[in-house]
T-cell receptor
Framework: ETGVTQTPRHLVMGMTNKKSLKCEQH?????MYWYKQSAKKPLELMFV???????ENNSVPSRFSPECPNSSHLFLHLHTLQPEDSALYLC???????????????FGPGTRLTVL | KQEVTQIPAALSVPEGENLVLNCSFT??????LQWFRQDPGKGLTSLLL???SQREQTSGRLNASLDKSSGRSTLYIAASQPGDSATYLC???????????WGAGTKLIIKP
C-alpha cells in the first residue's frame, strides 16, 4: 500500500448504529487530519492530530469521536449520526517541521457516508 | 477571518484551449497556497504548492501564480485535454494556526 488509504470506501448506516472509519498513511508523516466534504460546500476541517496528540477540534459534534493510536493510523468513530452528516469524509496526512510548520497535505480517497 | 473564493464555479471549454482558474483570498498573511484536483467521488490530488515567498510554480502543462498583495492566485492549464475534467480546489494555509482554508472549487469540463 502506498500513500493514504481509507476504509471502507462506502458506508450506509442508520441513525442508531455505531461504526468507525479507518485511515492509514504510508508516507512517514507525523500529522493526520479528518475533513468533511458536503455537496457544494468547501471542505471543513474536523480534527488535526500532530505527533499523535489532538491539536485542533473545530467544534465538531460529540457524535464524532477521533482516535489516533499511532502516527500511521487514524480512526473516526461514529455514533447516533443524523442524515445531515451524510458526506464524503476525507483523511489527510502531512509532515510537521520544526516550529509547527504544516506542509503539503496528501489525501486518501475518502469514505462516502450515507446516514438513513 | 480568512475567506477563499473561486470563480467561476463551473467552466466548460473545448479540448485544446488554454484556460485560467481563479482563486482569491481575503487575508494576505498566508504560509502557502495549494491547488488540488478532485475527480468525482474521489479524494484530492495535490497539483501545486506555492510558498508565500514564491510567485509561481510549474508542473507540466500547469502553472500556478501567487500575488499575495492582491490576494489572488491563478491556475493556468495549457492545451487542455478531456482528462483534465475534474473539480479544481484552491486552499490557503494561514500563518496563525496552519490550517487550510478552502475554496468551494471550480468544476471544469473539457469537451472532446
Amino acid at each position: 500500500e502506498t500513500g493514504v488509504t481509507q476504509t471502507p470506501r462506502h458506508l450506509v448506516m442508520g441513525m442508531t448504529n455505531k461504526k468507525s472509519l479507518k485511515c492509514e498513511q504510508h508516507l512517514g508523516h507525523n500529522a493526520m487530519y479528518w475533513y468533511k466534504q458536503s455537496a457544494k460546500k468547501p471542505l471543513e476541517l474536523m480534527f488535526v492530530y500532530s505527533l499523535e496528540e489532538r491539536v485542533e477540534n473545530n467544534s465538531v459534534p460529540s457524535r464524532f469521536s477521533p482516535e489516533c493510536p499511532n502516527s500511521s493510523h487514524l480512526f473516526l468513530h461514529l455514533h447516533t449520526l443524523q442524515p445531515e452528516d451524510s458526506a464524503l469524509y476525507l483523511c489527510a496526512s502531512s509532515q510537521v517541521a520544526a516550529g509547527a510548520a504544516y506542509n503539503e497535505q496528501f489525501f486518501g480517497p475518502g469514505t462516502r457516508l450515507t446516514v438513513l | 477571518k480568512q475567506e477563499v473564493t473561486q470563480i467561476p464555479a463551473a467552466l466548460s471549454v473545448p479540448e485544446g484551449e488554454n484556460l485560467v482558474l481563479n482563486c482569491s483570498f481575503t487575508d494576505s498573511a498566508i504560509y502557502n497556497l495549494q491547488w488540488f484536483r478532485q475527480d468525482p467521488g474521489k479524494g484530492l490530488t495535490s497539483l501545486l504548492l506555492i510558498q508565500s515567498s514564491q510567485r509561481e510554480q510549474t508542473s507540466g502543462r500547469l502553472n500556478a501564480s501567487l500575488d499575495k498583495s492582491s490576494g489572488r492566485s491563478t491556475l493556468y492549464i495549457a492545451a487542455s485535454q478531456p482528462g483534465d475534467s475534474a473539480t479544481y480546489l484552491c486552499a490557503v494555509m494561514g500563518v496563525s494556526n496552519y490550517q487550510l482554508i478552502w475554496g468551494a472549487g471550480t468544476k471544469l469540463i473539457i469537451k472532446p
